[in-house]
């Protein structure tokens, strides 16, 4: 895959693209990058045009954006259609994780001509009755950066799949190895999910769509269980042996997943 740009307003976004066929928009999570979804972008390059976005404050993309509001993050998504799909590749399929999954879910709603498939890996609509982007926000706060080797990076996040990746993708300076992206920004950017449940805009996807969570994940059971309600004909599966970052800790299984939905869109 080959890192390409993409100018919007006063952000750049930063993808991955590569391979050849229908459009698949990859999309990762808070505080991730275009590098947690390579492996998964790696299995879908045989037969599909793969784009993977660092979403605006993340990755190589701008660090800290004025807007991170959820309109800034959908406009991005379409940026990044025009740019590095065009008209003629048809609409695409977009797939996301947690943030990623609401990203994706609000641009299939208010753009059903660019979108032919949805599937929201470990997503919801978003909303909180607590206040998780701040604890969130003072937990990525308290990060002992910077980081004197990937090594400790690991050990400190725990030495999990997620940790592991995220160490990889630390970005190295003189003085060690520093997370791409602020707290304060992570912080903003999710409180934009967590403010609003967006109901009315999961009601009106019109693209086939399907959730997937790990059989350990965070979402509730409920939200879940009304979602499939609201949109009969939804497919829904549950992953064995992952978490929340199904596409790390399962990453076989999550793939054969993704491509039997792929497969019946045609």
């Known amino acids: 895959m080959r890192r390409v740009t993409v100018r919007r307003d006063d952000v750049t976004i930063s993808a991955l693209a590569g391979g ?16 947690e979804l390579v492996p998964t972008a790696t299995g879908l390059l045989d037969a599909y045009t793969v784009v993977v976005p660092d979403q605006r404050g993340h990755g190589h993309s701008t660090r800290r954006p004025a807007d991170v509001s959820r309109d800034a993050y959908v406009a991005d998504v379409v940026a990044v259609l025009d740019a590095l799909t065009g008209p003629a590749a048809g609409p695409a399929v977009l797939v996301g994780q947690s ?25 919801g609509v978003g909303g909180d009755d607590g206040d998780y982007p701040s604890r969130l926000g003072a937990w990525f706060a308290s990060w002992p950066v910077p980081f004197p080797s990937r090594e400790a990076a690991v050990a400190f996040l725990g030495g999990r799949s997620l940790a592991r990746v995220w160490a990889a993708d ?42 997937v969570r790990g059989a350990g994940g965070t979402g509730p059971p409920d939200e879940v269980e009304r979602m499939l309600r609201l949109r009969p004909g939804t497919g829904h599966v549950v992953v064995p042996d992952a978490g929340h970052d199904v596409h790390l800790d399962q990453p076989a299984a999550w793939l054969t997943v993704l491509r039997g939905f792929l497969d019946t869109l045609g």
């Open 20 to 35: 050849s066929g229908p459009p698949v928009v990859l999309l990762h999570g808070l505080a991730g990058s275009a590098a």
């Open 99 to 123: 943030m990623g999954a609401h990203t994706a879910m609000l641009a299939a709603a208010r753009h059903p001509d660019r979108v032919r498939g949805l599937v929201m890996l470990e997503g």
């Open 170 to 211: 630390l970005e190295e300076r003189a003085d060690g190895y520093w997370p791409r992206f602020d707290a304060a920004v992570m912080t903003a950017a999710i409180r934009g999910v967590a403010d609003v449940a967006r109901w009315d805009e999961w009601a009106t996807v019109r693209a086939p769509a399907l959730l």
